[in-house]
């Protein structure tokens, strides 16, 4: 088993396949959407951690192809070097998914990688270079 963290673009006539019903049905897989960005006769984008067997995955990128729908998986991930953060909670304002939250009971950051799309809003935002891209 394992997990990939992928973004499908869906053209704007191709907005309304049911994918992620038929990935979990068809292929056995576990499906988080992490971000969606999806309205009709508009190109769409949808961010997915897809977790299950490695030939079912494989199956379920093909089938993706298939239906017209164009994807990209994520190979990067955020490092968060925390020893060096002053919890001043910068990057939490451009986070858009919630990955970083400022901890309301001591005000210190905290990082939910499982949530974070790889957007690298906080890299830029990070004042002090904390936040890195690894591949
Ligand atoms: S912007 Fe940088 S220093 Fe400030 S809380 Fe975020 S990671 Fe820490
Ligand atoms: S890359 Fe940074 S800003 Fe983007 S989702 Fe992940 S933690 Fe949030």
């Given at each position: ?86 919890h001043c909670g910068a990057c939490t304002a451009?986070c858009?998914?919630?990955?970083l939250e400022m901890n309301r009971e001591d005000w210190s950051l905290t ?25």
């Amino acid at each position: 088993m394992k997990t990939i963290k992928i973004l499908l673009y869906y053209p704007a006539n191709e907005i309304a396949k049911p994918i992620t019903y038929h990935l979990i049905k068809d292929y056995d897989l576990e499906v988080n959407i992490l971000h969606a960005d999806i309205s009709l006769n508009k190109v769409g984008k949808l961010i997915l951690d897809i977790r299950g067997e490695d030939d079912k995955l494989e199956e379920a990128l093909n089938y993706i192809e298939s239906e017209g729908v164009q994807y990209k998986l994520f190979n990067r991930t955020i490092i968060w070097q925390e020893d060096n953060c002053v919890h001043c909670g910068a990057c939490t304002a451009v986070c858009p998914s919630g990955a970083l939250e400022m901890n309301r009971e001591d005000w210190s950051l905290t990082f939910d990688k499982e949530k974070c799309l790889v957007c690298e809003l906080c890299v830029k935002a990070c004042p002090l270079n904390v936040m890195n891209v690894s591949v």
